[in-house]
């Protein structure tokens, strides 16, 4: 491979690996393996360098259609650098979660990319002295040395609010998949923050990411006294859920409630209404966290800080509050 490329053995390993050389030298390597039919041996080269290949994928609920989404895009990405996935699935629980991590340091995986259920756990500090993290999402306080592709919280609660205020809602319900035992979510703190601001009386309404769980939560609500005018939900399979709730409850979206998501998946543009939803471009941020994951595992001691700044998406789920 070096006699056929002019390179030296050592930029012929790096630009296999994706790592230390330009993109063009990395093509020119990749093209020059097919042609003589290289093909490195897993078992040697993660002997070589000490390394495994595998990077973890540990989501917080699949049961969550964007972080399916997510996940597809995260695998599908790091292939294309010659590593591999392995995605796990702590399901909303914490306690889950940390099991996972573990395990996951345990089997000696190269990197963690991580969609924290509990961002402020204690454990994250100690399992990143010995492992490459990068969160999506939420930022691991107290974790240093590693990367982060935080979201703007606090610009996509205000959207989202601001808009619902403008068409004359006062009464709004706020679903959050957030744990009592995790109160401290950026997301949720803002809420509070913006509510108090534009005036509204805002009510957090805790609901798991299923559509079941999230469609009983959601009856429970929209059937008692004093309903909301408007729903702003936490992630769209929240949203999901609330619209099977108004069709059994003969509700309409959006003439009797409006309905805002949150992670504009591709499913919300096609629901009946389409879905307004806050947009925070899935293809940037698996991107982002790719790239992230990949410099962190070749220079551990880097931090990269990135912040993606969200889009609202108005679809006709939201409308003027009603007159009752």
Do not use: K
């Not at 409630?257 to 698996?286: F, K, Q, R």
């Amino acid at each position: 491979m070096a006699r056929a490329t002019g390179l030296s053995p050592a930029a012929v390993s790096y630009a296999l690996r994706g790592i230390q050389t330009s993109a063009q030298t990395q093509e020119r390597v990749r093209r020059a393996a097919a042609e003589l039919g290289y093909e490195a041996h897993p078992i040697a080269r993660a002997l070589a360098s000490g390394r495994t290949g595998m990077v973890g994928l540990l989501c917080g609920s699949l049961e969550d259609y964007w972080q399916q989404s997510l996940a597809v895009g995260i695998g599908r990405a790091l292939l294309a650098r010659d590593r591999y996935a392995l995605i796990l699935d702590a399901a909303g629980d914490p306690a889950r979660e940390q099991a996972l991590a573990l395990r996951l340091r345990d089997q000696r995986v190269d990197g963690l990319i991580v969609q924290p259920v509990d961002p402020a756990a204690g454990f994250w500090t100690e399992l990143a002295e010995h492992l490459p993290v990068v969160s999506v999402g939420d930022a691991l306080p107290g974790v240093r040395d590693q990367g982060e592709v935080v979201f703007d919280n606090r610009h996509g609660v205000t959207l989202a609010l601001e808009h619902l205020y403008g068409l004359g809602h006062r009464r709004i319900a706020v679903f959050t998949p957030t744990r009592p035992s995790t109160p401290d979510r950026p997301a949720d703190v803002h809420v509070e923050a913006e509510a108090a601001r534009l005036g509204v009386e805002a009510t957090l309404v805790t609901a798991g990411q299923a559509i079941p769980q999230t469609t009983a939560a959601a009856t429970a609500l929209l059937a008692g006294p004093g309903r909301p005018t408007a729903v702003f939900c936490f992630s769209d399979s929240i949203a999901y859920g609330v619209y099977a709730a108004t069709r059994a409850l003969g509700l309409a979206v959006p003439g009797d409630i409006s309905v805002c998501g949150y992670d504009d998946h591709p499913v919300s543009a096609l629901l009946t209404p389409p879905l307004t939803s806050v947009d925070w471009n899935i293809e940037g941020i698996v991107t982002d966290a790719v790239q992230l994951v990949v410099d962190t595992i070749d220079e551990p001691s880097a931090h990269h800080r990135i912040v993606r700044t969200p889009s609202l998406r108005v679809r006709p789920s939201t409308g003027p509050a009603p007159n009752w």
